[in-house]
């Protein structure tokens, strides 16, 4: 009897079977830091914003315990630089990587200018920043919909990865004192109006990241100053912070689980002004949530604040903006969640994956999260990629397999002319006589 399947897929049309073995390469990265800098008492009194259906927020640590890490280590970074010209902040952090200062799995690298033809800071968006595999695959809104660029900001973002199975591929190098077969999630934002001396309006960029290998996770954030090109995270940016601030970035490692599947992680980048003995400060929380094995761990693993002022009337939020590139000069202004390499700007193979993933926002005065308006299944301001990420999707719900990387959009960006948008097509398929390893895909 012949078998057959009906797919439906949302992809640009085309049906083509092809017979694909997958093998690539992931770095694996992680030494462990020095003692945290600066600590916070234990004084977290009020939590990241809340909003019902999503737990995380709602249940912070009264006091957070940084760990370190439990990720492999390696010695070397595993990229180079893809432009001649880097902004300081990515140098800085290049020098430290190649100076065994900092592991290169500490370092969630911003993507790297191109070679040519970098946008000045607050110049009109022309296109996406990746346009080819391999990339920052997942999710991410980037402002630019069907009837074109929008903007809005948001004190919170939450995105939750539902997998019921999972594995990345990466056989390792004798030189590498690491393990194989480590990635990351990277739920990546940009702030505005967070002031830091000698800048009333500065930008920063807030990684909450999860290195996972397919059975073991642990979790690390990432803040970068995306204030100007010349800008850096040093002394004195920040006020009070759990990790330890290296060069021109900030980091911290987090609590380290062991999952079984099916598994739900949600994280959270929570942006307020906190009152520090009586001075407002913008402060972010990075909060998650994490179900497994019939229990839920939630809270919070890190609390940062910033040196500078915050007034209510133009309060630290994170914002998405289709019309202009942000002060770094080549990057956006967007909202991403993304499976990469295991940082310093690495490739992930993803070797078997099924799940969904969902990237939401919380409206101004309400309490309620709501899907980000528009979505592409790629992102754009990390330099860490993958391959392997196949994405669909119905509603404002994306749903992720094993299979070829495409770039595309998802809802609303019919008509968008920052890349091309995928349509939904139904495709019977015969798969009799095809191996188990094979699989079809859809191109233009």
């Not at 939904?424 to 191109?443: C, E, K, M, R, W």
Request: charged share 10%.
């Amino acid at each position: 009897m012949v078998a057959r399947r009906v797919v439906s897929w949302g992809v640009v049309f085309v049906a083509v079977i092809m017979l694909v073995s997958s093998l690539g390469i992931v770095a694996a990265g992680g030494a462990r830091p020095t003692p945290a800098v600066n600590p916070l008492s234990a004084r977290i009194s009020g939590a990241a914003v809340t909003a019902p259906g999503h737990p995380a927020a709602s249940r912070p640590y009264a006091a957070i315990q940084p760990n370190g890490p439990t990720v492999p280590k390696t010695p070397r970074p595993v990229t180079t630089p893809e432009g001649s010209s880097l902004p300081y902040g990515i140098a800085e952090a290049e020098s430290e990587i190649h100076a065994g200062v900092v592991p290169a799995s500490a370092v969630l690298l911003p993507r790297a200018p191109p070679t040519t033809g970098i946008p000045a800071a607050g110049s009109p968006i022309t296109g996406p920043s990746y346009s080819s595999v391999p990339a920052p695959m997942g999710l991410a809104d980037f402002g630019r919909g069907a009837t074109g660029p929008y903007e809005y900001n948001t004190s919170s973002f939450a995105s939750t990865l539902n997998l019921t199975n999972f594995t990345d591929y990466n056989p390792g190098y004798s030189s590498w004192d690491a393990t194989p077969n480590w990635m990351t999630f990277q739920l990546n934002t940009v702030t505005v109006n967070t002031s830091y001396p000698g800048a009333t309006n500065g930008s920063f960029w807030i990684q909450n990241v999860v290195h996972f290998n397919g059975t073991s996770l642990q979790f690390e954030d990432n803040i970068w100053n995306f204030s100007s090109s010349a800008a850096c995270l040093g002394p004195g940016t920040l006020l009070s912070y759990y990790g330890q601030q290296s060069g021109c970035f900030y980091y911290v490692y987090g609590p380290t689980f062991q999952v079984t599947y099916p598994m739900t992680l949600t994280l959270y980048n929570n942006l307020t002004i906190y009152n520090d003995s009586g001075r407002m400060v913008p402060g972010v929380y990075f909060n998650y949530s994490l179900t497994y094995g019939g229990s839920t761990h939630a809270g919070l693993f890190d609390f940062v604040t910033f040196n500078g002022n915050a007034v209510a009337s133009a309060p630290p939020q994170f914002q998405v903006n289709g019309f202009t590139y942000n002060p770094l000069g080549y990057l956006f202004y967007d909202a991403e969640i993304i499976f990469g390499g295991n940082g310093g700007g690495a490739n992930a193979m993803i070797a078997a994956l099924n799940g969904t993933a969902t990237l939401d926002y919380l409206p101004s005065g309400q309490t309620r999260y709501r899907s980000v308006p528009s979505a592409y299944d790629y992102g754009g301001d990390t330099g860490e990629t993958a391959e392997g990420v196949a994405a669909t999707w119905s509603g404002t719900t994306e749903t992720l397999t094993q299979g070829p990387s495409f770039l595309y959009g998802l809802w609303n960006t019919t008509n968008s002319t920052f890349g091309p948008h995928a349509t939904d097509v139904s495709i019977q398929l015969d798969y009799s006589n095809i191996p188990s390893y094979g699989f079809g895909f859809a191109t233009n």
